[in-house]
């Protein structure tokens, strides 16, 4: 059992649906994290929320909106998405930054799989 | 981008041998982490080595980093099939703002029972 609880673990939806993919921790952590993972590929950095603000957007394309309505909560509504978007989403969160300016390790869940028909 | 390569890309023995895995990075770092990801499943942070420590131990896992050469290796020690997974090395890297982690291309490990 993972820390970091995502639903669903299943997803599949048309070009022109509507979804959201949901995240929860309750570890007290302040950063959270949306990735994108395609077979045997390492995960691909997506978005950053620190203390519940967007930190990092690495030009993910307009149809991935997220948002953290909490600091133990982590959305990624999704719109109009193409094939290639197929993937595993995976969240994580972290405790941020540790003391002597070292960043701690990320808490994964087990991912929601995306494919889009 | 990916800045961490890994070697091997695969790598398959039986139980009880020790498994060795190599990462190399680009940039300066503040820590470097390994994590496990089984068929299926979310990644699993396995142990972090900060940029001032060369050796790190935790049970049947032995971290170095080289920093000079900008490497690290993972060996992990009498080897069980449940070891079979995939493992990433990701980079905290200096230069970097905010908590990003670098992944390496991973090293997809197999052990036969």
């Known amino acids: 059992d993972t820390e970091v609880t995502q639903t669903p673990k299943h997803l599949v939806m048309g070009m022109t649906n509507k979804k959201s993919l949901k995240c929860e921790q309750h570890m007290g952590h302040r950063a959270m994290y949306w990735y994108k993972q395609k077979a045997k590929k390492p995960p691909e950095l997506m978005f950053v929320?620190?203390?519940?603000?967007?930190?990092i957007n690495e030009s993910v394309p307009s149809r991935f909106s997220p948002e953290c309505p909490n600091s133990s909560l982590l959305n990624l509504h999704l719109h109009a998405l193409q094939p290639e978007d197929s993937a595993l989403y995976l969240c994580?969160?972290?405790?941020?930054?540790?003391?002597?300016?070292?960043?701690?390790?990320?808490?994964f869940g087990d991912g929601t799989r995306l494919s889009i028909l | 981008s990916q800045q961490g390569e890994e070697d091997p890309q695969a790598l398959s023995i039986q139980e009880g041998e020790n498994a060795t895995m190599n990462c190399s990075y680009k940039?300066?770092?503040?820590?470097l982490q390994w994590y496990r990801q089984n068929s299926g499943r979310g990644l699993v942070h396995l142990i972090l080595?900060?940029?001032?420590?060369r050796e790190k131990h935790s049970g049947r896992l032995r971290v170095t980093l080289d920093t000079s050469k900008k490497s690290s290796s993972l060996l992990i020690t009498a080897s069980r099939a449940a070891d079979t997974a995939s493992y990433f090395c990701a980079t905290d890297d200096r230069e970097t703002s905010g908590s990003r982690l670098t992944f390496g291309e991973g090293t997809q490990l197999t052990v036969n029972p």
């Open positions: 940039t300066s770092i503040n820590n």
């Open positions: 994580a969160s972290s405790p941020g930054l540790l003391g002597q300016g070292v960043r701690g390790p990320q808490h």
């Open positions: 080595i900060r940029s001032n420590e």
């Open positions: 929320y620190s203390y519940e603000k967007l930190s």
